[in-house]
């Protein structure tokens, strides 16, 4: 049996998935806030991070939007197979989406599903130009390379220790990387900074990213405790280091959350 969290991994399905919720939005987060973007929240997540601010526990209902950016959802009973995830997708297809935005939780918990669905997806889809677009934490690089064929954009979070209370996965990070850069996948790295940010992760940052093409979006912790958020300063000094060796840092906010946004 297969465990994280205290969550039974072993009976995901290829047909099926526990999904939180379908919903149109603006991406709030990277180089693409502002895109619209038809978003899949897949329930169960194999990290813990104390400052997330996603609810992904698995869900009776899955709640549908209506129409885009209404507000009003319908329920379906969990779990949702291929097939009628298509079919929802579809339904938005009248709408200009820029990209499909899978994201979680853990999307690649869900890699057998994902494998099943993208694949019938590209066959179906109504929306020809719809991008494919993961939000991940990097961390399960076996479960990306099963999908990768069928990926666009890939935001991928760097786990650092002051922001995770874990040790940096670093060669699961590194592994993830490669297969996507290897594939010649558009992939950007995002870095929750919290006040706590040491000298030697930003230095370990710099180090894991300066022979590898890969933007880096450093992105300040959202939190109600004021003591972990970062102030100007230790932003702009974060970035300067890392600037040092990479080509391509920029600070960027979840623009989503100042104007509550789902």
Same mark, same amino acid.
């Given at each position: ?68 950016? +209404? ?5 379906? !009973?969990?779990?949702?197979?291929? #097939?009628? $995830?298509? /079919?929802?997708?579809? &339904? =938005? ?5 820029? +990209? ?5 939780? !853990?999307?690649?918990?869900?890699? #057998?599903? $994902?494998? /099943?669905?993208?694949? &019938? =997806? ?12 993961? !939000? ?127």
């Amino acid at each position: 049996m297969n465990t994280i969290n205290n969550h039974d991994f072993s009976n995901l399905h290829s047909h099926d998935a526990n999904i939180i919720e379908i919903f149109s939005s603006i991406q709030g987060e990277g180089p693409y806030i502002g895109y619209r973007q038809l978003f899949v929240r897949f329930a169960l997540c194999n990290l813990n991070c104390f400052y997330c601010d996603t609810k992904f526990e698995p869900q009776k209902f899955c709640k549908i939007e209506e129409c885009p950016g +209404s507000g009003n959802f319908v329920e379906q !009973e969990n779990p949702i197979t291929s #097939d009628q $995830l298509i /079919y929802k997708i579809n &339904e =938005f297809s009248y709408f200009n989406h820029h +990209s499909l935005s899978l994201t979680g939780g !853990e999307p690649l918990l869900y890699c #057998d599903f $994902l494998d /099943y669905f993208l694949s &019938e =997806f590209q066959k179906k889809k109504k929306n020809k130009s719809l991008k494919i677009y993961l !939000e991940t934490n990097g961390t399960l690089p076996d479960e990306l390379k099963k999908i990768i064929r069928y990926l666009d954009i890939i935001s991928m979070d760097i786990k650092i220790e002051s922001s995770c209370r874990k040790p940096t996965p670093w060669r699961e990070h590194g592994q993830f990387i490669n297969t996507a850069l290897n594939h010649n996948k558009e992939l950007f790295a995002k870095v929750v900074v919290t006040d706590k940010i040491t000298s030697n992760e930003i230095d370990d940052i710099a180090e894991f990213l300066k022979n590898r093409e890969v933007s880096v979006i450093l992105q300040p912790v959202t939190s109600e405790n004021k003591d972990i958020v970062p102030n100007a300063s230790k932003l702009l000094s974060t970035q300067e280091t890392l600037l040092k060796k990479l080509n391509d840092v920029r600070i960027i906010p979840q623009v989503h959350k100042y104007l509550d946004l789902q």
